[in-house]
């Protein structure tokens, strides 16, 4: 019996089948991150901060993905996602050090607090993924989707690695809308987690206590903007529109029964207006004088 197309797994063949396997599409959004961290200049030295923060975000993320893509190629149901046995050859791994090794070798030419924020971020798609797969343990695997993209923030090459309190505001917004769209993620990919013995936060406590939580994350993104519109003596009103992330996708959640689509819908809306609302927080920051 031919299975359906929709779980007709990915095969991996060339340059362009390497590349396809790290899923950049899932994450090519994230590449900005470095900015945060970035003083805005106009000199080559500062451009080239950014520029290298840029790519070793690249890479983390490009190793993140295809390690977990790796990991999961027995239950990721989605066609996009999962690859074919047979891609899961020496090439790949072989793929995926060296991305791991171009990340590393390219923050190792910034400062501290970009190094140690790569190794950071590698090490946790690591742990998260493969050995000890911390992504099969409630709570563990969901707070640790912070230790993968936060430290992304900090590749922007700031000489001294300080970060002013605004920027620090920025940071914890950020952590908490990461944290909530992974919440929602967990809803949506109930059924295939549960095949694989996947023990996420979702499955260990159930609907309506993950909309508790996507509520309280969507609060603390909420006392976010907040603290950066008065840490920049703005008014507390222009963190209005931040309302949504307290309870907008908190229904959906508590409703859909696991794997509906409607909770990848919900996914992808809170990704797009938390990728929107994180533009908004960048702009008001890099712009204050």
């Not at 797994?9 to 590449?31: D, E, K, M, N």
């Not at 950066?228 to 992330?245: C, G, I, K, N, Q």
Request: net charge positive.
């Amino acid at each position: 019996m031919v299975a359906p197309a929709t779980h007709l797994p990915q095969r991996v063949s060339g340059a362009a089948g390497l590349i396809r396997a790290t899923r950049i599409r899932h994450w090519w959004y994230f590449l900005p991150l470095p900015l945060l961290s970035w003083r805005p200049a106009a000199d080559v030295v500062a451009l080239a901060q950014l520029g290298r923060g840029v790519l070793v975000a690249g890479c983390i993320l490009a190793f993140g993905y295809l390690v977990n893509g790796l990991s999961d190629r027995s239950l990721d149901g989605s066609a996009e996602k999962r690859l074919a046995p047979a891609d899961t050859s020496r090439e790949l791994h072989l793929w995926a050090l060296g991305l791991a090794c171009a990340a590393v070798g390219l923050a190792a030419t910034g400062p501290l607090v970009v190094s140690s924020a790569a190794l950071v971020a590698l090490a946790s798609g690591l742990l998260y993924s493969v050995g000890p797969r911390l992504k099969a343990v409630p709570v563990v695997g969901t707070l640790m989707n912070a230790t993968h993209f936060a430290p992304l923030l900090l590749l922007g090459g700031a000489m001294d690695g300080a970060l002013e309190r605004p920027r620090w505001w920025v940071v914890a917004t950020f952590c908490a809308l990461i944290l909530q769209s992974q919440l929602i993620h967990e809803a949506a990919d109930a059924r295939d987690d549960a095949r694989g013995d996947v023990r996420t936060t979702y499955l260990a406590i159930g609907a309506g206590a993950t909309a508790l939580l996507v509520s309280a994350l969507g609060c603390l993104v909420l006392y976010g903007a907040l603290g950066v519109a008065t840490s920049l003596d703005r008014s507390a009103m222009w963190a209005a529109p931040f309302v949504v992330f307290a309870f907008g996708f908190t229904l959906p959640v508590a409703r859909c029964a696991p794997s509906d689509p409607t909770l990848a819908t919900t996914r992808a809306v809170q990704r797009w207006v938390g990728a929107l609302a994180g533009l908004c927080l960048f702009a008001l920051v890099l712009l204050a004088r």
